[in-house]
């Protein structure tokens, strides 16, 4: 059988480095003809730009770039407005990873940074410097779960000439689409909620001009963030159960936050889904009434009293990642904030007591018997 004859209904995973040319007229079209064919995969490959298109079209936007982190895809979206000496500005509810890219090593670029309590989020005049080119923000932070209100936060920028970086990972293009609130880009650790099964590491940035996602593929190429195949291909083959996963992570978690709210063991619990939540109701207009899988409860501030819960659970195992389809907690202060000052985890309530559930899509009933087991 001839390849022109075999038409897959799946794309296949094309797991090369280079690709081959008949000749020097084929190599100059590469090069006139930018899409036409592929030659290295450091520059693209079929199926990192497949997954790029999967998202873009998900966040509505002008193109993406496939990266090989989530971390990776914050680099790019910082590179794509920033060279030395400009400034950044930052949320304090931000992701610790986020945080130490920026403390640790923009730095050494001649960028600066500064962080914007979520308090003063709407109001940037005491913030904006000079040489400010954008603020990353989260649409749901972690590990608190503060919500965002997208277009305020986007008028404000642009009123100072900035521009608005979102990481959408917890919220996902299903609940909220930042680029159709005023955001200029849209990052995802794909890692999460895009892929869905724990089981592959990427990223992922959207653009939402032709001209940034040219760029977006340049710092691609450039600095050699692309995606591998195998990694591209099973996101997305995750993402395509992405609307269905996200609807039952959400009811899960809302379950769940329920228990925790009404279990006497439990201090508080840091939901957008519950009435009690400070942004419950921009969480509900601006998410369409889905509120992510991911929440966070307060525990006393006693180690053994943490450590007991953990010990006692069986259906969250103590697993420093979040949104596979099977349920999981994590500690913020000894995992994913601790390049944060204690300064900076104090401010933010980030203590030994806090602890963050990634709610998988088990049958709820065993999620809720397991966390009464374990809070006993």
């Known amino acids: ?180 609130h005023g955001a200029n880009l849209v990052l995802h650790s794909v890692t999460k909620y895009l892929a869905g099964h724990s089981d592959v590491t990427a990223g992922a940035v959207v653009a939402g001009t032709p001209e940034d996602a040219a760029r977006l593929r340049q710092i691609g190429t450039v600095f050699g963030l692309t995606l591998s195949p195998m990694e591209s291909w099973l996101s997305v083959r995750g993402m395509k159960t992405l609307r269905l996963r996200v609807a039952a992570h959400s009811y899960n978690a809302q379950q769940v936050a329920e228990f925790l709210e009404a279990h006497p063991a439990v201090e508080a619990v840091y939901y957008p889904g519950l009435p009690t939540h400070p942004q419950h109701v921009l969480a509900t207009g601006q998410g369409h009434g889905l509120f992510s899988g991911m929440l966070s409860f307060r525990l006393p501030d006693d180690a053994a009293v943490v450590n007991r819960f953990m010990q006692r659970s069986q259906r969250f195992p103590f697993a420093p990642s979040l949104a596979g389809v099977d349920s999981s907690c994590s500690h913020p202060l000894y995992t994913s904030h601790r390049a944060l000052t204690d300064e900076q985890r104090a401010d933010l309530g980030i203590t030994v007591g806090l602890v963050r559930l990634s709610v998988g899509i088990e049958p709820v009933e065993e999620l809720l018997a397991d966390l009464a087991h374990a809070l006993s």
């Not at 945080?99 to 109001?123: Q, W």
């Not at 305020?152 to 930042?178: M, Q, S, W, Y």
């Open 1 to 180: 059988m001839t390849p022109t004859a075999i038409h897959p209904k799946i794309t296949p995973i094309y797991q090369t480095s280079v690709f081959k040319f008949d000749d020097l007229d084929a190599v100059q079209q590469y090069f006139d003809e930018p899409g036409s064919r592929y030659l290295y995969s450091r520059n693209g490959n079929p199926n990192s730009d497949e997954l790029a298109a999967a998202v873009n079209q998900w966040e509505g936007g002008a193109g993406a770039l496939a990266t090989g982190s989530g971390m990776a895809a914050i680099f790019a979206a910082l590179m794509t407005y920033c060279q030395a000496g400009d400034h950044v500005l930052c949320a304090a509810d931000i992701y610790g990873g986020s945080a130490a890219l920026l403390n640790l090593e923009l730095s050494r670029l001649g960028i600066s940074v500064s962080y914007v309590p979520f308090e003063e989020l709407y109001d940037l005049n005491s913030h904006v410097q000079p040489g400010t080119k954008l603020l990353l923000c989260e649409t749901m932070s972690n590990p608190l779960l503060r919500v965002v209100n997208l277009r305020a936060i986007a008028e404000e920028c642009h009123r100072h000439g900035v521009k608005l970086v979102v990481d959408n990972t917890f919220a996902t293009p299903v609940i909220t689409k930042p680029l159709a």
